[in-house]
């Protein structure tokens, strides 16, 4: 059963069922071509006053090919462009994984880009605590490069124009409501837009989705 049903698959894979359908469409025309001629009083000769008939049934024949054929390719090249655009999303999104997002002991949201290109417009977008975003608005920012150095560089600047580098780290202040504390947080997550115009969004469990792809 194995084997016929593999036979079956490989045939149907390349298309070759189309062919069978049409032989066997075909040959019952041809079939009942003949018992039309027999019930008639054709003579056995009958082939040469149906030349005409027999031409009609190579066009179908012909058709039915034509068709399957056209059907076939256009489906093969359906699944191959959708595994190929699967293939790309995904490789774009464990690309997109590397920037991480962590909550800190104190009231800071730790930012790393680990992708090897810069990430904008960055904004932390959840603090997830009992269920519910308790983010209530946003501190400083401080930005220092991570090159493995002894000397550590920081700097200030605005959250609405913070672009991290490669290797960059910002440290973003925050401010949750009801006097909830940062490390008692489920998730925190943040959203950035890649240099392609992606926008991404990442959370402290890892998970990562798009949010817009080019």
């Not at 298309?15 to 001629?37: D, K, N, P, R, S």
């Not at 992708?115 to 401080?142: M, P």
């Amino acid at each position: 059963m194995n084997l016929v049903t593999g036979w079956w698959r490989a045939v149907r894979s390349n298309g070759w069922h189309l062919y069978g359908v049409g032989l066997l469409l075909t040959l019952l025309l041809v079939f009942v071509g003949t018992q039309i001629a027999v019930w008639v009083g054709q003579d056995v000769n009958w082939y040469t006053g149906f030349g005409s008939w027999l031409g009609a049934i190579a066009s179908v024949f012909a058709a039915v090919v034509a068709l399957g054929i056209a059907t076939s390719d256009r489906r093969r090249a359906d699944r191959q462009r959708t595994i190929d655009s699967d293939e790309r999303n995904e490789a774009l999104r464990r690309q997109a994984s590397l920037v991480r997002a962590t909550a800190t002991h104190g009231d800071l949201i730790k930012v790393c880009n680990w992708r090897s290109s810069r990430i904008f417009n960055i904004e932390i977008t959840n603090v997830d605590i009992g269920g519910s975003n308790r983010l209530k608005t946003i501190g400083s920012i401080r930005v220092r490069m991570n090159d493995g150095s002894d000397q550590i560089s920081w700097w200030r600047t605005p959250l609405e124009t913070l672009v991290l580098k490669p290797n960059q780290e910002a440290w973003i202040a925050v401010e949750l409501a009801e006097r909830y504390r940062l490390d008692t947080a489920d998730k925190v997550a943040v959203r950035y837009n890649d240099e392609a115009g992606r926008s991404w969004e990442i959370d402290s469990r890892g998970r990562c989705h798009a949010i817009h792809l080019k």
